[in-house]
Antibody, heavy 120, light 106 residues
């Protein structure tokens, strides 16, 4: 059974940094692309970033240059480094696994999400 | 970037009704369109891939269709457990864009 467990969220002032992690189990982690998707309070879903199984990274324009996605295949872990945080980055951040090995853009499994609150 | 527009933003129907949600892309995305269900307080659930292929375990009352720029999600015989917000999402290329969501109530 695929399991994704996010951690690392919290309350952070504007301009601060935070590192989110997603512990994955139940599948061959290195074979699959992984994503971060966020949801601001009461709002819709917004794709944030992806990393392919081979390590190629992709970002939404809203976070490019501020957020960095990475993966540690030896520890079955996905990370998102959030720098220069803004109030508008406040959201529930979901880790999501791709549907197919080698594929991108199909978010088959989701974690429960971790809350990041950016506030003075 | 591709823009995805869903309609309606919300709807209310009775148990047993058939409801249809529409999703329109700002450019031709072939059938690179997915649907998700998000029940209140829960993580999204992957319902449909490639416009019309149901994920394993998704009830057959869910049906997806369309191609190019126009897509739809139909729930025939609406059930209480279908109360949720439904999102379309294009997988044509990054950035992956979601529709704004359609809230379905009973």
């Amino acid at each position: 059974e695929v399991q994704l467990l996010e951690s690392g969220g919290g309350l952070i002032p504007p301009g601060g940094s935070l590192r989110l992690s997603c512990a994955a189990s139940g599948f061959t982690f290195s074979d699959y692309g992984m994503n971060w998707v966020r949801q601001a309070p009461g709002k819709g879903l917004e794709w944030v970033s992806a990393v392919s199984g081979g390590g190629t990274t992709y970002y939404a324009d809203s976070v490019k240059g501020r957020f960095t996605i990475s993966r540690d295949n030896s520890k079955n872990a996905l990370h998102l480094q959030l720098n220069s945080l803004r109030v508008e980055d406040t959201a529930l951040y979901f880790c999501a696994k791709e549907r197919l090995a080698g594929g991108l853009g199909h978010f088959e499994h989701w974690g429960q999400g971790i809350l990041v609150t950016v506030s003075p | 970037d591709i823009q995805m527009t869903q309609s309606p933003s919300s709807l209310s129907a009775s148990v047993g009704d058939s409801v249809t949600i529409t999703c329109r892309a700002s450019q031709d995305i072939n059938i690179r369109l997915n649907w998700y269900q998000q029940r209140p307080g829960k993580a999204p659930k992957f319902l449909i891939v490639a416009a019309s292929t149901l994920q394993s375990g998704v009830p057959s009352r869910f049906r997806g269709g369309g191609s190019g720029t126009g897509f739809n999600l139909t729930i025939s015989s609406l059930q209480p457990e279908d109360v949720a917000t439904y999102y379309c999402q294009e997988s044509y290329g990054t950035p992956y864009i979601f529709g704004q969501g359609t809230r379905v109530e009973i």
